[in-house]
């Protein structure tokens, strides 16, 4: 596959943020003219993700959140979310529903299967001490490369 198009982004990870990622990536994608569904889809993904790096990634310390998103030909996104935070112990675990790591009662531990519920592929990688990285990828059903 050829990249069409390639963005890279970084920021605070200060839960203001989390809207900025969510507006960049929708307007970045919207070359494609996706349905408001995919892009509804891949918002709430990116949001997921982006808040998994500031609220577990980096707990209450300050950081910084990258984010790379490639359009291939045939209307493919690839969208990568990474931090240098805490990491996690066990990536399974992690990404079983209801699970969270949150002790104060307002995380639903849904994150990962949100983002799975709406994107085509996830991947999480991650060392612990040294950060995570979610991979989304999804394919769009409207043609424009």
């Known amino acids: 596959m050829k990249v069409v198009n390639e963005i890279k982004i970084q920021f605070p990870s200060k ?64 969208i990568k979310i990474r931090d240098k935070g805490c990491g996690i112990e066990d990536i399974n675990k992690a990404m079983e529903p209801m699970f969270t790591t949150c002790t104060t009662g307002e995380r639903s531990g849904l994150g990962f299967a949100v983002m799975e519920s709406f994107m085509d592929k996830i991947k999480v990688s991650s060392k612990l001490g040294k950060g995570t990285t979610v991979t989304l990828q999804k394919t769009l059903r409207s043609r424009r490369f």
Not at 62 to 68: A, S
């Open 15 to 78: 839960s203001c943020n989390e809207s900025f990622a969510r507006v960049s990536i929708s307007a970045f994608i919207s070359m494609l003219d996706p349905t408001l569904d995919e892009i509804a889809d891949i918002k709430t993904a990116v949001s997921e993700a982006v808040t998994n790096s500031i609220v577990h990634g980096y707990k209450d310390k300050l950081g910084i959140v990258y984010i790379n998103a490639k359009i291939y030909d045939q209307n493919k996104i690839m």
